[in-house]
């Protein structure tokens, strides 16, 4: 019986390359979007047309009730939940100074409260031996001008990764985050200059981006039995930028 995992915000990004990575690892996927449905339901498509078996599902994670009619669906369309990867997220850069309380209620809504309602179900919810897979930035630790927001929801993050995964024990669940560097999709290209893109993308030794498949292999290895012993952790897979 093939194991069931929740990747929130997989429509695009590095979410749709960890649906695919996990589908082809396997698992049956739970492809959750916001508001890209047509690409969500490719997605889907695409997946079963390689074998495998996936339900596209809208909710915005930011909502509790629709985080719990994730689960809902999940389990009435698959039997249960064994994985969640708890990936949507936004960034929006401004200086401290120029930053509004839209911009840090949006955050804090979706990267923070998101996050949380993703772990509170699966913290319900989950089978026995299952993972928790959340998603940091490495801008924790890089903390560069114009991410004291987004930094600060991604160091709650971590904080939450590593408290739950002590309250877990007994249930033979991991819980980790992965904090990715600067990865080519929409959330990290859009609005910049090419070279901002090209000084960013040579602050890892490698002197590349990230591609959404780079961080989709290391959710890959945390969830499966290879990663068994790794719990509590945050992953920085970032090339070597710090
Ligand atoms: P992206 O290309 O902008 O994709 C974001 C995904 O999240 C989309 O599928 C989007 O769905 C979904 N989403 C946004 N708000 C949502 C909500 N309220 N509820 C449900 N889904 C929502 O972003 P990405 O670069 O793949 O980022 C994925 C994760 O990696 C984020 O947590 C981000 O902070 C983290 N990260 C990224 C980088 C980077 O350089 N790219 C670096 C470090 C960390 P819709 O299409 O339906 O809107």
Known sequence: MSKVAIVTGASRGIGAAIAER???DGFTVVVNYAGSAEPAEALVRKIEQAGGRALAAQADVADPAAVRRLFDSAEAAFGGVDVLVNNAGIMEN???ADSSDEMFDRHMAINVKGTFNGLREAAKRLRDGGRIVNFSS???????PNY????ATKGAVEAMTHVLSKELRGRSIT???VAPGPTAT?????GKPQQAIDTLANLSPLQRLGQPSD????VSFLVSPNGGWINGQVLRANGGVI
């Open 94 to 96: 401004a200086a401290v």
């Open 186 to 190: 929409e959330l990290f290209l859009k």
């Open 175 to 177: 819980v980790n985050s």
């Open 22 to 24: 996990l589908a082809s």
């Open 138 to 144: 490495s801008v924790v630790g890089l903390y560069q």
């Open 215 to 218: 961080i989709a292999d290391a």
């Open 148 to 151: 004291a927001v987004y930094a």
